[in-house]
């Protein structure tokens, strides 16, 4: 069909686009020499003591050292010194606390100057005029280095930040391959309980339920959940750790893909049957106890306190969790340890997990305000510091993660513009070759080097998980244990990714209709889970979705895909 063959070339060409690395060294001379003389023409042209006004969504895992704090950091600083200006953060919250402060901030009318907005939010904002438009500062003032990173696909992604022709904010890319659901799990715990990882729905079951029952740490106290799920049920934008999309793969279901169906029309995954078995079977892990029941108003924030605290040993996440809850647990409790697995299936088919081209978030600014070039202007400076090829070790160490605490700095870094999947792809081959004696370390990108350091220490000094945690959180993520080394390169190569094919603002009635009918959808799938709702109920919710205007999004996601990707035909 035509359609397939669209499909096709459109996962091939972001997988391709995932393996730009920018650590490059084709061309990497002139690109850093370009990027370098626009830095300085930036510092330059800067605007002394300006100050402006900006909300920052935080990951709620940052950490700082003595008395600094989100307005006085080693990056505010840094924009202090480089280009004259001062960011004042009139919201930095995390998880539901920063939604809640964002919604209100619209409400009232009460912007800052600069912006950290969700798709919808950006969308909303940039359709009303309430969005500056950046489109000249973008040409004038971005260097080399972040045009390359933010086009790495070839514009796509950046062009969803456009209204008629013009450029309203620059997008957080995302890369599909890293964005699936692997299965974090605790291998302590199965070594203290005898047990295997599961390779099927029937086998995941069963470990949770001794992880449930069993006392899997030892302790003697019935204090720890079979597997951990969070309350954002229906979400695109990798509500990790305590993801769905993974126990939904193993039904063929998702719950906010949109993919083609054997008539070569794009469907929404979410109302189709294998969901509904998905559901049926998430109600009796319920009933069965083995699941909170107060996973319903637990966010990630919360859930990941839970993991860090020892509560729950099993999961479905994204790649990045040796970085975040994970860490916390071994640093909380040495003797823990944790490993990534395929997602199972509950058929005889291996499961496909589901990617998306996953933009979570747009930087933006106020139309008042008197400098969007400072937009661009401070996201260069990530580049220079974290992404260019000059970077030094010490510049790494200060700008990004410290060796010696573990403190990542970069968290609180304005328009973090990280190719971070690019970024993998090529560190996770750098790292193996050099450790594998194929290449020196002289010739890999300065970051990956810092990686390999600290993963070579790691290994020499006998594994200590209790004695160096970061060596631990590298060798997991990024090392031969590393998530990218034992799963993903995997589920690439033996084709077993799924992707969906819609991404960017919303579609006409997306904007009017699609808020009410996800809260719709999840109000149905966390009913029948917990049981006040019949499974049967599902049909009906399908029935309403498709009315409430789920045919109308259906007719402008295909018009949507068919008008992007017709050239491709």
């Known amino acids: 069909m035509e359609n397939k063959k669209v499909t096709a070339l459109f996962l091939t060409a972001a997988m391709a686009a995932s ?16 990027t370098a003389q626009s830095a300085q023409e930036s510092s330059q042209e800067k605007n002394e003591n300006v100050e402006l006004t900006y909300m920052h969504k935080l990951n709620g895992t940052e950490k700082y050292v003595g008395d600094d704090d989100i307005n006085n950091n080693v990056w505010s600083r840094c924009y202090q010194d480089e280009l004259g200006i001062t960011l004042k953060y009139t919201i930095a919250a995390a998880g539901d606390d920063y939604t809640q402060k964002l919604t209100m901030a619209i409400a009232s009318n009460d912007l800052p100057d600069l912006m950290d907005l969700p798709p919808e939010e950006f969308s909303e904002l940039a359709n009303a005029g ?70 099927t729905m029937d086998e995941l079951i069963e470990v949770a339920r001794a992880f449930r029952y069993d006392d899997p740490d030892g302790n003697g106290q019935d204090d720890t959940w079979g597997i951990g799920f969070q309350k954002d049920i229906v979400k695109d934008d990798g509500a990790s750790p305590g993801s769905y999309e993974g126990f939904f793969a193993a039904y063929g279901a998702y719950s906010k893909a949109w993919l083609e169906d054997e008539s070569g029309q794009i469907a929404y995954s979410g109302i189709n049957s294998g969901m509904k078995e998905a559901l049926i079977q998430l109600n009796q892990m319920y009933k069965d106890g ?25 999961f479905f996440g994204l790649e990045g969790m040796p ?86 700095f970069a968290e609180y870094a304005a328009f973090a513009m990280d190719p971070a999947i690019q970024k993998c792809n090529t560190y996770y081959k750098e790292i193996k070759d050099t450790l594998n004696g194929d290449s020196k370390i002289e010739e890999i990108h300065p970051e990956a080097a810092r990686y390999y350091k600290v993963i070579k220490n790691f290994i020499d000094s006998g594994m200590d998980k209790g004695a160096d945690s970061l060596g631990w959180n590298y060798y997991k993520f990024i090392g031969p244990e590393g998530s990218w080394n034992t799963i993903i390169n995997d589920y690439k190569a033996n084709g077993r990714l799924v992707q969906s094919v819609f991404f960017g603002a919303p579609t006409p009635t997306m904007s009017t209709n699609l808020s009410s009918m996800d809260k719709m959808q999840a109000e149905t ?45």
């Not at 139309?367 to 992404?387: G, M, R, S, T, Y």
């Not at 049981?531 to 109308?552: H, I, R, Y």
Request: glycine share 8%; net charge negative.
């Open 19 to 34: 393996l730009m690395a920018c650590g490059s060294s084709q061309g990497g001379e002139t690109a850093q020499n370009q």
């Open 130 to 199: 309430m969005l500056a438009d950046i489109t000249d500062a973008y040409d004038t003032y971005a260097s080399d280095l972040l045009k390359e990173t933010i086009e790495v696909d070839g514009g796509i992604q950046l062009a969803s930040a456009k209204v008629d022709g013009k450029l309203y904010g620059l997008p957080q890319l995302s890369a599909a391959d890293g964005t699936c659901d692997l299965l974090w799990i605790r291998t302590d715990w199965l070594e203290n309980l005898g047990l295997e990882a599961p390779t």
């Open 290 to 314: 083995l699941i909170d029941p107060e996973f319903g108003v637990k966010d990630t924030v919360k859930l990941g306190e839970d993991i860090a605290a020892g509560k729950v040993g099993m």
């Open 323 to 408: 970085w975040g809850a994970c860490k916390s647990n071994i640093e909380n409790d040495p003797e823990a340890d944790w490993q990534c697995y395929p997602i199972v299936s509950a058929g005889a088919e291996p499961a496909k997990p589901v990617t998306y081209v996953r933009i979570s978030r747009y930087y933006a600014a106020n139309a008042k305000c008197e400098h969007p070039e400072a937009l661009v202007k401070i996201a260069n400076v990530f580049q220079d510091k974290i992404n260019s090829l000059e970077a030094s070790e010490e510049t790494l160490n200060t700008f990004g993660v410290d060796p010696s605490t573990g403190i990542n």
């Open 525 to 569: 799938y966390v009913n029948i889970i917990m049981g006040t709702q019949s499974p049967d109920t599902f049909d009906d919710f399908v029935k309403s979705w498709k009315e409430l205007g789920g045919d109308q999004i259906t007719a402008e996601v295909n018009d949507w895909y068919n008008t992007t990707f017709g050239e491709l035909k």
